[in-house]
């Protein structure tokens, strides 16, 4: 009685037909655990991260610039006043405010923010560009910052210049479609947070949490950075 044929078990052989078959295509053998796995592959899975890091689809950019402070010409400023007109308070702008009037239309500021964020206030930079991305898939924080490889921070006043630019749920760099808009941002104390910006019809609603959680943003959300 004849056996039947033993499986192919050689696997530098069947590198190096492969190879001969395509000259023009780099092949590398896996290196294998004990227990016959792939060890990069349960390296990734034991991560968290997949092999294909791409997240982000990168967009168009867009450049922001405050005005710098008007001198009077007959009554120049205290350098104390200088001082004040080069910073940005948060607290002085983000307030819930949905009536015609308002500058940014905010309908809800997060508690988180408030204490973490409201409190800050930072030196009025000139113009900087901001730049929009698109999560392809369900990812968290931790993920986006890798990929955007340190230039995942910015500003709170980039955040009220790109709002402003939308006060009223106009159309523009930011989402409006009930999608978050997500900022990477430094709080008062000086701790990176993650901020996100939400059109809600009646107005804006601005969240805040933290970086290192398990919070995942939803695929289609609207990631700003420098």
Same mark, same amino acid.
């Given at each position: 009685?004849?056996? @039947? ?63 710098? @402070? ?62 929009? /991305? ?8 931790? /993920? ?83």
């Amino acid at each position: 009685m004849r056996r @039947p044929p033993r499986p192919f078990r050689c696997p530098a052989l069947l590198s190096l037909l492969m190879m001969a078959a395509w000259p023009d295509r780099p092949f590398s053998t896996p290196a294998m655990g004990a227990d016959g796995n792939d060890i990069e592959v349960a390296q990734s899975e034991k991560s968290g991260r997949a092999r294909d890091p791409l997240r982000l689809i990168h967009g168009e950019r867009a450049t922001c610039s405050r005005p710098a @402070p008007v001198a009077e010409l007959l009554d120049p400023p205290t350098t104390s006043a200088l001082t004040a007109a080069s910073k940005f308070s948060a607290g002085e702008h983000f307030r819930e405010n949905i009536t015609p009037g308002a500058e940014v239309r905010i309908a809800w500021l997060g508690a988180t923010f408030m204490r973490r964020f409201a409190i800050k206030i930072e030196d009025a930079a000139g113009a900087t560009t901001i730049q929009f /991305h698109t999560l392809l898939r369900p990812s968290r924080d931790q /993920h986006i910052i890798d990929e955007l490889d340190g230039r995942h921070e910015t500003r709170l006043g980039d955040v009220w210049c790109l709002l402003k630019r939308q006060s009223n749920g106009e159309a523009g760099t930011l989402l409006i479609n009930a999608v978050p808009n997500i900022f990477y941002v430094r709080d008062g104390s000086g701790k990176l947070g993650a901020v996100d910006a939400v059109w809600g019809g009646a107005g804006w609603e601005i969240g805040a949490s933290p970086v290192d959680g398990d919070r995942l943003w939803p695929a289609g959300a609207r990631v700003l950075s420098r």
